[in-house]
């Protein structure tokens, strides 16, 4: 079964520092997509940053970056210069069957 | 902005009722999910359409059932609520399967 981990339910970072989500995954597909969706009080879904699986170079959007890591099944996101903006829960999702399938999330604090 | 409508934003009704969400997809995307987020949980795919037809289907109840228009927006049709069934329902479209964009979501609560 496709599945998506993420393990921290809540991390919290200073203003200004850098912080990194974790998230890993199970699928048995080589060609795919991963997603990092940040949801704010507001309740909306952001896209913040996707990964082709195909491609070795780790995507970059501005203060957020990925480490994608293939083989491990691994695909952390990394903030940087954190922004009390950025407080939010954040979801990692892998693309399945015409589905996105979702992690639990990982509620970030940004500490001021 | 998304570029995805939904519509209304919040709806307020009691068990037993039937309601309907309408999602608008970005201008050219041909495909529409719908996904059911409850309370402090992460999203639950329902259902998804590609060009007006049902393409994909996940964790949807048979009380609920969607149709895409040929003019490509799409309704989710909610009947014999629940209280269970509160929740944000949301609308994503694609131009195929990736990415996938949001709506802001239409926040159901029965009472």
């Known amino acids: 079964a496709q599945t998506v981990t993420q393990s921290q339910p809540e991390m919290s970072v200073q203003e200004a520092e850098t912080v990194t989500l974790s998230c890993t995954y199970d699928?048995?597909?080589?060609?795919?997509?991963l997603f990092w969706y940040k949801q704010p009080p507001s309740r909306q879904m952001i896209l913040v940053i996707r990964?082709?699986?195909?491609k070795q170079q780790n995507a970059t959007e501005n203060r957020f970056s990925v480490n994608f890591q293939k083989a491990a099944k691994s695909f952390s996101l990394k903030i940087s210069d954190s922004q009390l903006g950025d407080a939010a829960m954040y979801f990692c999702?892998?693309?399945?069957?015409?589905?996105?399938?979702w992690g639990a999330g990982t509620k970030l604090i940004i500490k001021p | 902005d998304s570029g995805v409508t939904q519509t209304p934003k919040h709806l307020i009704t009691a068990t037993g009722q039937r309601v309907t969400l309408r999602c608008s997809p970005r201008?050219?995307?041909?495909?529409v999910y719908w996904y059911q987020q409850s309370l402090d949980q992460g999203l639950q795919f329902l259902i998804q359409?590609?060009?007006?037809?049902?393409?994909a289907k996940g964790n949807i109840l048979e009380r609920f059932s969607a149709q895409q228009f040929p003019d490509l927006h799409s309704e989710l049709n909610l009947s014999s609520l629940e209280l269970g069934d509160s929740a944000l329902y949301f609308c994503?479209?694609?131009?195929?399967?990736?990415?996938?964009?949001f709506g802001d979501g239409t926040r159901l609560s029965i009472l």
């Open positions: 994503a479209s694609s131009v195929e399967l990736r990415p996938q964009h």
């Open positions: 201008s050219g995307d041909l495909s």
């Open positions: 359409y590609y060009n007006g037809e049902e393409r």
């Open positions: 699928t048995s597909e080589s060609d795919y997509y």
């Open positions: 990964q082709e699986a195909y």
């Open positions: 999702a892998h693309d399945s069957n015409y589905q996105l399938i």
